[in-house]
């Protein structure tokens, strides 16, 4: 049986969890981590996409993220996240006028790197799209 640790999921609006859980996949900038207990100390962005958190009790929920970054200890995980939401809660046309609000704002950007950073943000969102919403 796989150890338990200590979760924190956290957007500036609230604390959506704070519990023990068994493991967490989190979407890391450089791909998916799997976090368990006795984890290495770790200190990772985070890209838009999907949090699995399996609880010590067995249930497994989804959390969508938009960016952040996670805190790994071997004793728990910190993930402070730009926004966040229960994957049942995030209606499609949010994603749709956040992904249209990037566009926007990649089109009056000034210098390459800000727009190239809106591009890839755009892609991530894009993707996430596809993957809650697969129509």
């Known amino acids: 049986m796989a150890d338990n640790f200590n979760f924190e999921l956290v957007s500036p609006e609230r604390l959506l969890l704070s519990e023990m859980v068994t493991e967490v996949v989190i979407p ?11 984890h290495a ?6 890209k838009p996409g ?19 970054f996670a805190d790994i200890l071997p004793t728990g995980c910190t993930l402070l996240a730009e ?14 006028l956040r992904i249209d609000a990037a566009k926007r704002e990649s089109e009056d950007a000034v210098h390459h790197e800000h727009r190239s ?3 890839h943000y755009i892609m991530e969102l894009t993707h996430l799209q596809g993957v809650i919403n697969p129509d």
């Open 28 to 38: 890391a900038t450089d791909g998916e981590m799997t976090v368990m207990a006795n």
């Open 41 to 46: 100390p770790t200190m990772t962005t985070i």
């Open 50 to 68: 999907i949090v699995s958190v399996r609880s010590a009790n067995g249930s497994k929920q989804d959390y969508v993220v938009f960016g952040g």
């Open 83 to 96: 926004s966040a939401v229960i994957v049942q809660d995030l209606s499609k046309d949010e994603l749709t």
């Open 117 to 119: 950073r809106l591009e």
